[in-house]
């Protein structure tokens, strides 16, 4: 099993649609999980850190569920611009370290 | 806002050439990394540094990869003989403590002919 799971999508959802992702993780020692989105040839950019009572910013509500091992990440009022790869990351306990382990992404499409 | 910075946008090379990558991380961050990402696939940890020593590297990061922080502010990321699977683009990333979020440059897409 893969250490952090992705579906790729895409999704193709309308613009205005309300959107929800996954991420499962294998490991139940993971400490920390991020939402980064990632335009086309760009590097990723930071959307949100993921905390254990959920938290909000805007349109984007990120969840964590440690019982299930994962994460989910819900996008309401979808606009053209959120249009992106969203990649979920997340950080396992190494030896003194840490190691971020990054999913492959789902890409999303909002069509106008 | 700070941000991670990169240098060069975009760097073509020979095969078999040196070829060096510049960072310039957070100012206030004390941990930094080098990712990679071949066009088309998922982001790969190359290597983590932290106290100016390596913290962990991955199997991709053999002998021919090599980082060092030269003075207070760059962070750089040297291959020795590049190969064409090297070819991708190089993601610098800082971070203010070890787990927390991380920053990413705007990256380095490097090509080998």
């Known amino acids: 099993r893969k250490e952090v799971e992705q579906d790729p999508g895409p999704f193709n959802v309308p613009e205005g649609a309300t959107v929800a992702f996954n991420c499962t993780y294998s490991?139940?020692?993971?400490?920390?999980f991020f939402w980064y989105r990632q335009d086309c040839r760009k590097e990723p950019k930071l959307l949100m850190s993921?905390?254990?009572s959920g938290n909000e910013d805007g349109r984007f509500t990120a969840q964590l569920n440690r019982a299930s091992q994962y994460i989910s990440l819900l996008i309401r009022d979808s606009k053209l611009s959120d249009s992106a790869t969203y990649l979920c990351?997340?950080?396992?306990?190494?030896?003194?370290?840490?190691?971020?382990?990054f999913g492959t992404g789902t890409r999303l499409k909002v069509l106008a | 806002e700070p941000e991670v910075t990169q240098t060069p946008s975009h760097q073509v090379t020979q095969m078999g050439q040196e070829v060096i990558l510049r960072c310039v991380p957070i100012?206030?961050?004390?941990?930094f990394y080098w990712y990679r990402q071949i066009l088309g696939q998922k982001v790969e940890f190359l290597v983590s540094?932290?106290?100016?020593?390596?913290?962990?590297k991955s199997e991709i990061f053999d002998d021919q990869f090599s980082v060092e922080r030269p003075d207070g502010s760059n962070f750089t990321l040297k291959i020795r003989s590049t190969k064409l699977e090297d070819s991708a683009m190089y993601f610098c990333?800082?971070?203010?403590?070890?787990?927390?979020?991380?920053?990413f440059g705007p990256g380095t897409r490097l090509t080998v002919t």
């Open positions: 993921v905390y254990s």
């Open positions: 990333a800082s971070s203010e403590r070890m787990g927390d979020e991380q920053y």
């Open positions: 100012s206030n961050h004390l941990y």
């Open positions: 990351v997340v950080t396992l306990p190494n030896g003194g370290t840490y190691k971020y382990i």
């Open positions: 540094f932290y106290n100016n020593e390596i913290s962990e």
């Open positions: 490991n139940s020692a993971s400490q920390s």
